[in-house]
C-alpha cells in the first residue's frame, strides 16, 4: 500500500505527473491552500482516470509553513493508522525540509521517501541509474553522495539522490538541481553540487 501525500501548494500539477498509472492499493491526498487551488482540465482528467483513492485537504493557513505542518501532521495519523500494515509513504515536494521528516520516520523503521513526482515511483525503489562502477541502491548511492558533496550540503543528500535516481543524463540532472536549489538568479548552489556529483551521473 502506497501513500502519496502531495505539497500540492509546491509543486502544483507536476507533483501529479503519474497519478493516472496508480492502482486500487494506492491513495493520494492532496494538500492545498487559497495560494494554490485550481486544477487544469488535463490534470482533472488524469485524476479522474486514476485507479488510486484521491481525496483533498485544504489546509488551515496565517502561520508560516501552514501546509507543510499540517501535511506532517496527517503522515503520523497515517503511520499509527497502518502500524500494524506494511505501507509505503511518499511526500511529494521539492521542499527540502521534508528530508528530516523522512529521516526521522527511517530511524524508526517506517518507509517514508521525498519525491518530487508521482511518477518516480515508477521504476524499481532502490534503483539508481550510475555510471559503471557506482552503487546501484539508493541506500550505497547517499553514502557516495556523503563523500562526495561538500559539508554544507550533507543535507540535500536525500532529494540529490532521488534526482539522479530518476533522471537518465547529466543535461536532465543538472536541470533539476538548478529548478530545485536556485535562489533568485543566483545558481552557485547547484552548479556547486553538480561538480561535486559529476564523475557518477549517467552520459
Known sequence: MNYFLVDYENVNASGLKGVSSLSEEDTVVIFYSEKAETLTFGLHRRLNES?????????????????????????GYLVGQNAQSPAAYYIVSADQDYTLICSYWTRRKVNVSLILEISATAAPEDSVPTVPGTPTTTEEMETLLKALLP?????????????IRRCKTKQVVSGELVRIFHQGADNSVPSEIYRSIKSILPS
Open 51 to 75: 485507479k488510486a483513492t484521491i481525496s483533498f485537504q485544504r489546509v488551515q493557513t496565517g502561520v508560516k509553513n501552514a501546509l507543510d505542518l499540517q501535511l506532517c501532521t496527517y503522515l
Open 151 to 163: 559539508e554544507k550540503y550533507k543535507s540535500h543528500i536525500p532529494v540529490v539522490a532521488e534526482i
